[in-house]
């Protein structure tokens, strides 16, 4: 009787055991050929759906409560799993083909879509995240997905969950994240760990020395010197907190890696040090909500140095490649020009109205010196997605007009309590269609997005995220394939929400002619018919005001309109290319480029063209402009051309140009005119002063 065997690993995460462990199949070649010939190719992620379990060790206990050996047991339920298949497909069926279809579609746990499911995981438990979805969550996707990702790209990574388990897989990852301790935690989790562990038991006898030298470690700090952090600690426990820093900067002034692995430490007991309690927010504690008192933060602070050297040692024994992991960019809405392509998504964008994440981790940047004064703040809420009310300021962006969301904003805008509301709705929307499109672009053909997402409600007015984001995925070729309800949420007046997962698929791109390639000339076969569709013809692109305000800087007869410029370069070219318009007019086409992340370069003979143009497509620094205004004014004031001289000023078409202008506003545009001619040269400020002088 011959035997054949087939493998099936059960990753460490769900083999019961915190270790990856092996299940040694065998089966009877002349009674289970069929059989053979079914699952010879399959990988251990189909069995283990085959078999409907992913933990060996309940599979064991299921074996024993049938009175079943282990082996006949699992053949059995791998025969009726086909047996079910057979039925729905006939006896010809093709089992990878169902697994494309299938596999994808998870079905996932309430726990393993929010952060609790990681509270008590190696790695993953070393920061108290209250946002965020598990390392199951991550894990289970890479388990049933129909292709080995080689690339994962997680745009809003927060505490870095998806790049953890990316590595843990041996899988390369990359990531946005704009909140400066977000990212080295990340960078700590996955890539200093890596490090650590190269030269791991000399870095453990470091940590040992420090912990034995920090108890013995005696002195005194003033907290005056700590005035931003004072009022959210006790005076004694910020002392302990500052003399703990003090010391890990001191002993550790050779060794940057095991500074910060210290240092992460302390951040971690941050909140728990202090007055405040991080609960969907950071708040003041009630007076029933107690906090360490000044002996226990040593404690704290030993006992989590501990933990991690644990969890380290672990990771060491388990011996199994680890992958590092790059920051792709600070802001997913702003991508750098690269040829990096990922083939997996795994997301959770910030909700609409939900927790401040940078005012969440105050004490922490502040504690690691990445801000000096939670006024800084400010300054990462208006680089991410408009998710708050305080995000919305007069230096936000004019968002997009997206069609389908513009009856949500009027009804908002009747009802709203705030009128900040439909602002901040729109805003939110406009800034992840951004992200749908720079990460579209980055995407292979027929990879993966997993999205997790959760709506609102505003003053009773319901919003259908999850019905916003399908419609504008599909506009950059990403069509939804599930969306898959999680669990039920309620907003604080107790309306009933949703999370869901939306699960999309980057389709290919639709071809009139065929194309090879990402050229000028392969995007006009592309795009060709599309642009005959006439969509800046539409709401809102057709309004006269449509675009952005520097179109209308200064009047110009004949001006190409903003909408079909932008539509020209979005279609016809892609980020990086380098647009040249040779009669570039006022600079609509070039400066449509810059705005969609192209090399916008204008050229045209007529100085008022040139002006413009250049005022456009170079960056401004305020300040200079600033400085030139008062220098224009002051030569105004000094040199205004006297009354005699405008008189003798004859030119003009319907009329002498003198009678279109009251006599000292004449007088002011002459030596303004004197003040620009005076210079050989005019550089990009002096050109924005003279446009708008012009119009």
């Given at each position: 009787m011959s035997q054949v065997f087939k493998t099936v690993s059960f990753p460490k995460e769900y083999s019961g055991t915190?270790?990856?462990?092996?299940?040694?199949?065998?089966?009877?070649?002349?009674?289970?050929?069929?059989?053979?010939?079914?699952?010879?190719?399959?990988?251990?992620?189909?069995?283990?759906?085959?078999?409907?379990?992913?933990?060996l060790s309940k599979l064991s206990s299921k074996a024993e409560k049938n009175d079943r050996s282990l082996n006949k047991y699992c053949l059995s339920l791998i025969e009726n799993s086909l047996c079910d298949i057979e039925k729905e497909y006939g006896s010809e069926f093709d089992i990878s083909k169902i697994f494309n279809k299938h596999i994808p579609l998870n079905r996932f746990s309430r726990k393993s879509v929010t952060f609790a499911g990681n509270r008590t995981q190696k790695i993953h438990r070393w920061y108290p995240y209250v946002e965020g979805y598990s390392?199951?969550?991550?894990?289970?996707?890479?388990?049933?997905?129909?292709?080995?990702?080689?690339?994962i790209f997680d745009p809003f990574s927060g505490s870095g969950t998806t790049q953890i388990v990316a590595s843990h897989n041996s899988i390369a990852s990359f990531y946005s994240e704009i909140n400066p301790l977000m990212r080295f935690l990340i960078d700590f989790k996955v890539n200093k760990v890596i490090d650590l562990l190269k030269n791991w038991e000399e870095n453990k006898i470091q940590i040992e020395y420090f912990l034995a030298h920090l108890e013995n470690t005696l002195g005194k700090i003033r907290v005056n010197d700590f005035e931003e952090l004072s009022k959210f600690f006790d005076e004694k426990n910020l002392r302990v907190l500052m003399k703990i820093k003090k010391t890990i900067k001191q002993f550790f002034q050779d060794s940057f890696l095991l500074r910060d692995f210290a240092l992460f430490a302390l951040a971690a007991i941050a909140v728990s040090s202090s007055k405040m309690i991080r609960r969907s927010d950071l708040r003041y504690r009630r007076e029933d909500e107690?906090?360490?008192?000044?002996?226990?933060?040593?404690?704290?602070?030993?006992?989590?140095?501990?933990?991690?050297?644990?969890?380290?040692?672990d990771l060491k024994n388990d011996n199994f490649d680890l992958e590092r992991t790059n920051l792709f960019s600070e802001n997913s809405k702003v991508f750098p020009n690269s040829d990096t392509q990922f083939d997996l998504v795994i997301t959770s964008p910030p909700y609409a109205n939900g927790t401040n994440y940078f005012r969440n981790t105050k004490l922490e940047l502040l504690i690691l010196d990445f801000i000096k004064s939670t006024k800084e703040l400010q300054r990462f809420r208006l680089e991410a997605v408009t998710a708050g009310?305080?995000?919305?300021?007069?230096?936000?962006?004019?968002?997009?007009?997206?069609?389908?969301?513009?009856?949500?904003?009027?009804?908002?805008?009747?009802?709203?309590?705030?009128?900040?509301?439909?602002?901040?709705?729109?805003?939110?929307?406009?800034?992840?269609?951004?992200?749908?499109?720079?990460?579209?672009?980055?995407?292979?053909?027929?990879?993966?997005?997993?999205?997790?997402?959760?709506?609102?409600?505003?003053?009773?007015?319901?919003?259908p995220t999850d019905e916003f984001l399908i419609k504008s995925a599909d506009n950059y070729g990403l069509r939804l394939l599930e969306n898959k309800f999680v669990r039920e949420r309620f907003s604080k007046n107790g309306t009933p929400l949703k999370q869901a997962v939306l699960i999309f698929k980057k389709e290919k791109p639709k071809k009139f002619f065929p194309v090879s390639g990402n050229s000028a000339g392969d995007l006009l076969k592309k795009?060709?018919?599309?642009?005959?569709?006439?969509?800046?013809?539409?709401?809102?692109?057709?309004?006269?005001?449509?675009?952005?305000?520097?179109?209308?800087?200064?009047?110009y007869q004949?001006?190409?309109?903003?909408?079909?410029?932008?539509?020209?370069?979005?279609?016809?070219?892609?980020?990086?290319?380098?647009?040249?318009?040779?009669?570039?007019?006022?600079?609509?086409?070039?400066?449509?480029?810059?705005?969609?992340?192209?090399?916008g370069i204008a050229n045209d003979l007529s100085f008022l063209a040139y002006t413009n143009s250049l005022a456009k497509v170079t960056k401004q620094n305020p300040v200079k402009i600033r400085k030139k205004i008062k220098e224009l004014q002051k030569f105004i004031k000094s040199n205004l051309v006297s009354k005699s001289e405008a008189s003798k000023i004859v030119f003009g078409y319907n009329k002498d140009i003198k009678e279109y202008y009251e006599d000292q506003t004449f007088r002011e545009i002459l030596t303004a005119r004197l003040y620009f001619k005076s210079k050989k040269n005019i550089d990009s400020h002096?050109?924005?002063?003279?446009?708008?002088?012009l119009h």
């Open positions: 915190g270790k990856t462990e092996i299940l040694r199949l065998a089966f009877n070649r002349d009674k289970h050929q069929r059989l053979l010939d079914i699952i010879e190719l399959l990988s251990s992620n189909e069995l283990r759906i085959l078999l409907g379990e992913h933990s390392c199951s969550f991550v894990q289970d996707i890479l388990d049933k997905l129909p292709y080995q990702p080689k690339a107690s906090c360490l008192e000044d002996k226990q933060v040593f404690e704290t602070f030993k006992k989590k140095i501990i933990d991690m050297v644990n969890d380290l040692e009310i305080n995000n919305v300021t007069k230096n936000l962006p004019a968002p997009r007009k997206l069609p389908f969301l513009q009856p949500l904003v009027k009804q908002l805008s009747k009802n709203a309590y705030d009128n900040r509301i439909p602002k901040m709705v729109e805003s939110y929307f406009s800034d992840l269609d951004i992200v749908f499109e720079n990460v579209s672009g980055k995407l292979k053909e027929d990879a993966y997005f997993y999205l997790d997402i959760g709506d609102s409600q505003f003053n009773g007015i319901h919003i795009n060709y018919y599309k642009f005959r569709e006439l969509e800046y013809k539409k709401l809102p692109y057709s309004k006269r005001n449509w675009g952005n305000a520097l179109h209308s800087l200064c009047s004949g001006k190409l309109k903003p909408s079909i410029a932008h539509f020209l370069v979005k279609l016809f070219t892609s980020p990086g290319m380098t647009v040249l318009d040779p009669l570039s007019g006022v600079g609509t086409i070039s400066f449509e480029a810059c705005l969609q992340g192209r090399k002096d050109a924005l002063i003279l446009a708008s002088l």
